[in-house]
């Protein structure tokens, strides 16, 4: 057994989407307490000016890495981290950043159909971050960026219990679903994490089967990499905290949160 605690591991999202990179982070780091950071009074971050979002997560970190001095920070959301991730880690070089990028690139590399749909933000979908992963690593494909303006939003209903009609969830996806020259879309990219929660829906509702790309254990494996293993350790038990910057996340979060072994604190 280590005779110092490690630091614990920040998960940042602006919702709770960046539950699914928690829930596999977990896995690989049973050694680690965890801090899970939804910036719930921005959410969602997809409508923000881009100037004024990376103001706001800039500075949102600065008293996070203040409070909390983790090992590392997860950002687990692709619209934050494609716009804002270079200049957190020049406002914070002493810290480690692990990024939520879409899966372009893998993607690219097990389609067969070469008909690729990337499902995002309409903020991810703008980003010229993302218009370089396809460039660099899809330029054989044909890619479809679709950018849901309510996908988020209904994900995070979901996840906390409420209803959607069928309608509505097919009605984001269906731009997904590509048929061009007798070859169909055959991935499609998940890339907001708040999206792995209906992928069991998603795949109801498919007009065909599709593989559904989650980057969760990917994002994972690589920030266990970045973390030392101790010697001696034993996996951890007891809640982690959560911290929402609104400050009241209603009675559904809450519980949802507490179904994860995380207890909401005030700030």
């Known amino acids: 057994m280590t005779t110092t605690e490690p630091k614990p591991i920040l998960v940042f999202d602006s919702g709770i989407g960046g539950l699914t990179v928690l829930r596999e982070a977990r896995v690989l780091m049973p050694e ?3 801090i899970y950071v939804a910036d719930d ?13 990376k103001e706001r997560v800039v500075a949102l970190f600065g008293r996070l890495l203040a409070e909390h001095d983790p090992e590392i920070c997860i950002i687990a959301c692709n619209t934050a981290f494609t716009l804002v991730g270079a200049e957190l880690r020049a ?3 002493q810290m480690t950043f692990v990024g939520t990028v879409p899966a372009i690139k893998p993607a690219a590399e097990r389609t067969r159909s070469g008909v690729v749909a990337v499902l995002a933000t309409p903020g991810t979908v703008r980003r010229a971050y993302t218009r370089d992963l396809i460039q660099s690593f899809a330029s054989q494909c ?12 209904m994900a995070e209903a979901y996840i906390r219990g409420e209803k959607l009609e ?16 007798g070859r169909k879309t055959d991935i499609v990219v998940l890339a907001c994490t708040h999206y792995p929660f209906m992928a069991n829906v998603f795949r109801r509702l498919a007009p065909w089967p599709v593989d559904w790309l989650d980057p969760a254990e990917a994002i994972a494996r690589r920030a266990r990499s970045l973390v030392a293993l101790p010697n ?14 609104s400050g009241k996340p209603d009675f559904a979060t809450r519980r949802l949160m507490q179904g ?4 909401v604190t005030s700030r």
């Open 32 to 34: 680690r307490h965890f």
């Open 260 to 263: 994860f072994g995380l207890a």
């Open 166 to 181: 069928d309608e509505t969830v097919l009605a984001e996806i269906a731009p997904c679903f590509v048929e061009l020259d």
């Open 142 to 153: 044909h890619v479809r960026l679709v950018g849901s303006e309510n996908l988020a939003r």
């Open 91 to 93: 406002a914070y070089p």
């Open 41 to 53: 009074s921005g959410f969602p971050y997809g409508g923000w000016e881009e100037g004024a979002l």
């Open 232 to 245: 001696g350790f034993e996996p951890l038990n007891g809640e982690d905290p959560a911290i929402f910057t």
